[in-house]
DNA sequence: AAGTAGTTTAGAACGATTTTAAAGTAAATA
DNA sequence: TATTTACTTTAAAATCGTTCTAAACTACTT
């Protein structure tokens, strides 16, 4: 499925502008980035694009379910192209982000959702320091 | 101990303003708030304070250990005052975070920590929402 | 008591994000 | 195709959480 396809069945119409965002993440490499990362990317590969038009649409691919969320305490958001349920390793010094598939996690016991809830994914967080 | 001997074990002067935050924050009470939230609670308890105390409190008071910053793609930064490990469900819609005990989530599997760089704290973060 | 280093404060500044409102574009309709 | 409609983009302003500034204040040391 090209990327037009990918918007549309999103319910998203297939602009200029949001085709460069999904030609830059929707390529199948994954990673994270902010939305300044993204400015930078569009920038070098020679479009341009304003600041408000890259945050509607990553609030757009992140309802959509395109793109993540990353659950950060740093004052800029995260984004990850990665949409599938997997954990990070977070270097809280540098603030960088290392995936961790699905399968190399297991949880042996997990605690009784709350009453009147429904389990809508786990994500594990492993914190990591550099070695002295 | 008392307060103003925890504050003082923790290397900071037992001001006046530490020693309210500490009054509210340190009761033994696990509680999950943002820095308007004390703000209210040092209101409502007969005192005020300058909002950039309050900012430079919970730093000095994070920073020490004795409160700890939940990881949140919410932009206002959550503090808890729980500091032992722990885990939490999380309600997306709300925001709401409920403490779950290190006890309740057992790991069959971790992934190695990336060569150079040591364990640091697991942190599972259960999404949930409302049943329908 | 005097000196010093650390702390508090109001208000300004900052940086990330959102809003505004006008112009532009995609899709639907005629 | 031409027209209409709803949606989108944009620069600039606004907002909001947080940090900085610099002057007044306070805790601790000598
Ligand atoms: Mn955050
Ligand atoms: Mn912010
Ligand atoms: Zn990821
Ligand atoms: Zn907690």
Redesign the pocket.
Request: proline share 4%; aromatic share 4%; glycine share 0%.
């Given at each position: 499925m090209n990327n037009k396809e990918k918007l549309?069945k999103a319910g998203?119409?297939?602009?200029?502008?949001?085709m460069i965002i999904a030609d830059i993440l929707l390529d199948g490499i994954n990673r994270h980035f902010?939305?300044?990362n993204l400015q930078n990317e569009i920038n070098s590969s020679g479009n341009?694009?304003?600041?408000?038009?890259?945050?509607?649409?990553?609030?757009?691919f992140r309802n959509c379910g395109l793109i993540k969320q990353v659950e950060s305490s740093k004052?800029?958001?995260i984004f990850d192209t990665n949409i599938n349920q997997h954990h990070h390793f977070l270097d809280e010094e540098t603030g960088e982000l290392i995936d961790i598939e699905n399968d190399e996690v297991n949880l042996r016991k997990l605690p009784k959702i709350p009453q009147g809830y429904l389990n809508n994914g786990v994500e594990v967080l492993i914190k990591i320091k550099k070695q002295i």
């Open positions: 549309r998203l119409r297939p602009t200029k502008q949001r902010t939305a300044e341009s694009m304003s600041i408000a038009t890259i945050y509607n649409c990553l609030k757009k004052d800029t958001a």
